[in-house]
């Protein structure tokens, strides 16, 4: 081969390795979500294992930096600016009709498993409730916006609403209202917070309602959402989305204080479940009877 032809293919190897690298450069992105480098929860460990997955992100980053989240306005501007490419949040109609909903229960609807925090006084107040119909002679303390106020008057359960959070201990505290519905991931932090109230979480009973916890994207990025959808559905069933949620603190601490398994389970329906949601496979719901599965 003379010196000419050496030349030129070389000089077309180099072409070609300089085309490769460039595809890969524009192919290989990173997933840009809310929060900080230090965050540390289940939807994040979810995104970590799905960038591993994915032939589209090669990483994650956070473009608040070390301040991490802002506003929940905040956030949703930026996803529809493309500053962001996701965000997470518990579920309404309102924002599956403004964003792309990717309907995977982060947290396999435990979020809409509750546990009352109510005074010591009345730890036995809830013994002999089996069902609805014996709910309803009590009155649960809420924040009047919250989507769980809506549920619980939905079902005809007496709500006793407060403008903010914190009030509500207090209200416990002055009868204002017998029990304070919380995610079975809150309860007992929340407890020992408010130490000054002598609170407990009730033992016996669980109210059920669906509130999934869903990455949104934004609306009209079928291709993301359907990308991110099938990498968490091949998570569930080859078992890496169990073992991260099984790992997850808030979830072992719930499960092994709860005694879920023990209580009665009253079922409340949520008046702004969406059709899609009834239509999620129901072995990707937790089921507290059975457990980690």
């Excluded at 595809?23 to 591993?52: F, H, Q, R, Y």
């Excluded at 473009?63 to 309404?92: H, I, M, Q, R």
């Excluded at 498993?113 to 119909?133: E, W």
Aim: glycine residues 6%.
């Amino acid at each position: 081969m003379g010196l000419l032809s050496c030349l030129q293919r070389a000089k077309w190897n180099l072409v070609v390795s300089a085309i490769i690298f460039s595809v890969s450069t524009v192919s290989a992105k990173p997933l840009n979500i809310p929060g900080s480098p230090e965050g540390v929860s289940l939807p994040i460990d979810l995104l970590n294992e799905v960038v591993k997955r994915s032939d589209i992100y090669t990483s994650i980053h956070h473009p608040y930096g070390e301040k991490g989240d802002s506003t929940f306005t905040k956030t949703v501007y930026d996803l529809n600016a493309g500053v962001l490419d996701l965000l997470w949040t518990a579920t309404s109609t309102d924002y599956e009709q403004s964003l792309q909903a990717i309907y995977f229960p982060l947290y396999r609807g435990t979020l809409g498993m509750r546990l009352g925090i109510v005074r010591q006084q009345r730890l036995s107040l809830f013994s002999g409730v089996n069902s609805l119909a014996d709910l309803r002679q009590f009155t649960a303390c809420q924040g009047k916006m919250w989507a769980d106020t809506q549920v619980l008057e939905s079902n005809g359960v007496k709500v006793s609403k407060s403008l903010g959070y914190l009030n509500i201990f207090p209200m416990l505290e002055a009868d204002r209202c017998d029990y304070f519905p919380r995610a079975i991931f809150e309860p007992w932090a929340e407890v020992k917070r408010e130490a000054e109230y002598d609170l407990h979480v009730e033992p016996n009973i669980m109210l059920r309602y669906k509130m999934p916890f869903f990455f949104f994207v934004k609306a009209g990025n079928n291709q993301l959402a359907e990308h991110i959808n099938t990498i968490l559905y091949q998570m569930f069933e080859d078992g890496a989305y169990q073992a991260l949620f099984n790992n997850d603190d808030d979830v072992k601490n719930a499960l092994t204080l709860g005694h879920l398994s023990n209580r009665t389970i009253i079922d409340l329906e949520n008046p702004n479940v969406s059709d899609k949601v009834k239509a999620i496979p129901e072995k990707i719901w937790f089921d507290p009877i059975a457990g980690n599965k």
